[in-house]
């Protein structure tokens, strides 16, 4: 079953807003009630309502919404969305603008203080050069190739009874001696009752609507299952057969032969491995670099070359040569 994501809203009831009149000073005058001034008959301005506060909330009885008032384009006074002619001059209203919504937040102005946003930055902008001066700048160096060591390894394998652990699902089927255990495996999301939010929208003809929107929540819960150890014959590495010298002459240890079956206690050789080093030598100092086996074949000893180095450290930078 999924679980249910989509919010929803739930109307709470819709009330007046409250407008202030510009000309008398008449406060909290009735965004539907009072399309003109009680106090002095000026027309409402749609852009002076505002939200009340729960104490001076009245509710919208016997009002029909038909949709956000129209600005008048000739007199600039808000209008009913069902007027044909603006109320005031008579202009039509066919095409004329909804007023503009008021919103129930207004972004409040940022405090004023210490610039630390400027100190902080100019601190990260200086740690960075500071990092690219030590760790990151490089500069061209002249070095001689003084000389090539390699390094090999076999890895030895010999078929055994090991100890193993996994999932149920994970067990292998020639696995035995077989014992499990609950445990948690993952978790999933189960539904958890909602989130709620009370919001004010204008619905631009002088009311509001207060709605609940709510959003589903959900918890994780824990997910178990079987965790098993078992016993089982597999190839293990037991050993590895090293060499190492120097020059271009490579050299592998001789490794066991394939056997001819696969029983408990046979042996055979398993992953190879070989390193490659130069050194190299500007006259004071000796740098050495582990590189690919075509990158070591292409110098010679004695060989000028010019590669990078970390420009504080002197480190050379392998992937130059």
């Known amino acids: 079953m999924s679980t249910p994501t989509t919010p929803r809203e739930e109307s709470l009831g819709s009330y007046e807003m409250l407008w202030d009149c510009p000309h008398c000073d008449t406060k909290k005058n009735l965004g539907v009630t009072h399309r003109h001034c009680p106090n002095c008959g000026a027309p409402q301005d749609a852009s002076k309502r505002y939200f009340p506060s729960d104490a001076d909330k009245v509710a919208v009885a016997n009002h029909q919404f038909t949709g956000a008032d129209r600005v008048c384009s000739s007199c600039s006074t808000a209008q009913s969305a069902k007027a044909k002619n603006c109320g005031k001059c008579g202009a039509p209203l066919d095409g004329m603008k909804a007023v503009p919504l008021i919103l129930q937040h207004k972004a409040a102005p940022a405090a004023k203080g210490r610039p630390w946003g400027w100190y902080i930055l100019a601190f990260v902008l200086l740690m960075s050069v500071a990092i690219w001066w030590r760790c990151i700048r490089k500069k061209n160096i002249e070095l001689d190739v003084k000389g090539h060591r390699w390094a090999t390894v076999i890895t030895v394998e010999e078929y055994r009874e090991v100890g193993q652990s996994g999932w149920r699902n994970e067990v292998p089927s020639d696995a035995r001696a077989i014992t499990c255990s609950q445990q948690k495996r993952s978790t999933k999301s189960v539904p958890d009752g909602e989130s709620c939010t009370m919001v004010k929208r204008d619905k631009g003809d002088g009311t509001f609507e207060e709605v609940n929107q ?28 090293k060499q190492a010298g120097t020059g271009l ?73």
């Open 249 to 321: 002459d490579v050299k592998w240890a001789a490794a066991p032969p394939q056997p001819a079956q696969t029983v408990i206690g046979a042996r055979r050789a398993g992953a190879r491995d070989a390193t490659y080093t130069l050194d190299f030598s500007d006259g004071k100092k000796t740098r050495t670099c582990n590189v690919s086996e075509g990158t070591w074949r292409k110098y010679k000893d004695g060989q000028h070359v010019k590669a990078k180095a970390r420009a504080s450290s002197g480190e050379l930078v392998c992937s130059s040569l």
């Open 214 to 241: 709510c959003t589903p929540k959900t918890r994780e819960e824990p997910v178990y299952d079987d965790h098993c150890d078992f016993r089982v014959d597999r190839w293990t590495a037991v050993d590895e057969l």
